[in-house]
């Protein structure tokens, strides 16, 4: 059943899994849950028309694997009659480009399967101190990682991690209780641009002032997301948030966030039937802690926008008291121009998929560091070289020292939801730690 292919082959075997496997003591079971675009690549029956036609958790797990640091591999989606096809992208698009790559993989629920908590079984085949890794829509995130919090299993969400703060303050909760490492997959923290420019702001720039960020994605990408855009999320939690935790990041210990306004545009989604905004823009209100004075950040994301020469337009300004830094995480200086593709400003340092010598080649890339340093960290957890507390130093984005962004999320939905009225974020005793969010009295 669980077989490990040779450096020749390239095995893609997904079988149905046994109820318990030992486990390596150096090394880490891994549980994929969501087979979607930013896993697999494989959206629609088609690689998806993005960047990550590959997909980019999958391929990591694989390719750590073959390092040696990743063990069994598991993934689970909702639609097993999807994996077929799933394995015949994987096949093309991964083993058919890099040498040495073992697809070996369990999969639930069965080829022949539909079920929405296919999860569950899931998690009961893995061990506690094994590896989840979620990237499913944003309102199944809190039900399956408490799921596998309770199993003892060590958890990275995609961002949003949650969308509420009560969600929130309950993972923490649980993650204490079960001593597991809890944490949101953000890679732009390992982008060696938004490192830079959040060690500037921190040491160089002194009190937070203003900052300006934009993201967005083409319009087609509605009909990737159509599933749920609109019904149980927006793109505020999905894009917003990116710039939203580099916000929490760099004034951790500088300035709080205080007030969210939310206003929107609309008209493309609703004309293709979609009740859901097409940009959602937060105003947000932050005091700096040593002196009360106020700054402003403004976020604004968008999935309506042009197809253009980047999949997705990220960019921000930020600037303090001592200083400014504007950043095109879009445009990286690389542009590329091939017979039959359009034209395209291209960032390996997010992925770099084209091999070298046949081999994958992107392990310095952020989108892989952001997955190889969190199984890393659960590695020496395991290994009892690090506590889970070690990592809410701000190397990970862990559950606990997350929950600012998690409030401007939510209480920026609740603020588009009463047609604009600010909303308060309430602080508990240590003035850190949002624990509520409340309209504005004017």
Known sequence: LYSVASSTTNNINMSAPEAKRPKLADKANVLMVGTGEYTTGYVGGTAADSDKGAGVVALTMFDLRRRGKVDRVGMCGVNGKKFPGIRNHMQKNIGDVYNNMDLTCDTFPSDETVDPKAYLDAVSTFQAGDVAIIFTPDDTHYDIAMACIEKGLHVMVTKPIVQTLEHHTNLIKAAKEKNVLVSMEVHKRWDPFYADARDRARSQFGNFQYMYAYMSQPKHQLETFKAWAGKSSDISFYLNSHHIDFSEWTLEGIARPIRVTGTSSTGVAHSKGMKTEDSITLTVQWENLNDKSLGCAVYTSSWVAPKGDVHSQQRFFYM??????????????????????????????????????????GQGSYGVKSFECFVDACRAVNAGEKTVQDYDDGSLATVGTTVQGTAILEAGRLSLDADGRPMDIVYGEDGHTPVSIKPHEF
């Open 320 to 361: 303090g008291t001592n200083g400014e830094i504007n950043v095109d995480q879009a445009h990286r200086g690389m542009t590329v121009a091939q017979d039959g593709k359009p034209f395209a400003s291209v960032n390996p340092l997010f992925m770099k998929y084209t091999p070298t010598n046949g081999m994958f080649s």
